[in-house]
């Protein structure tokens, strides 16, 4: 919106600069005449600029920010794998949870013949581990935020 806003700015700028050179008033055509070689000026200097520092890129100025950011890009490339990894292994870790615990209930379901001790010796087991999962879900989640 804003892009249309001064891409239709400059065009109507530049139009009435147009008319005002070729079919304004006296002092319509110098004001017109004065801005078109400010502005010619304006192109000058920044074409003089980009030369120069043209130059510069050439003879180095920047190759020390640029291996500065190259290096920030691999750091952050690395840093992201590695979270990516975690993730992974975090997901792998809690589909084998989530297999664990549709293996006892199936279990329970059947009425096989389990202990008492054994089977919420299982269940307890099972909670602590869904609850550390929860927690390192949580913090993966931060960090990817």
């Known amino acids: 919106m804003i892009r249309l806003f001064i891409s239709i700015t400059f065009f109507l700028v530049i139009g ?12 319509e055509k110098e004001q017109a005449q004065e801005i078109f070689a400010k502005g010619a000026e304006v192109v000058g200097a920044s074409a003089d600029l980009l030369k120069a520092e043209y130059e510069k890129f050439k003879e180095g100025k920047y190759d020390k920010s640029l291996e500065n950011i190259s290096n920030f890009l691999g750091n952050v490339k690395e840093k992201s794998s590695e979270l990516v990894a975690e993730i992974e292994n975090w997901e792998k870790r809690k589909d084998d949870w989530n297999q664990k615990k549709s293996d006892v209930e199936r279990l329970l379901d059947s009425g096989s013949g389990f202990k008492d001790e054994e089977v919420k010796k299982t269940i307890k087991d099972l909670e ?3 609850d550390s999962l929860k927690s390192e879900g949580k913090l993966l989640k931060e960090r990817v935020n």
């Open 16 to 27: 009435l600069l147009g008319y005002n050179y070729f079919l304004g008033t006296e002092q």
């Open 128 to 130: 602590i581990e869904g």
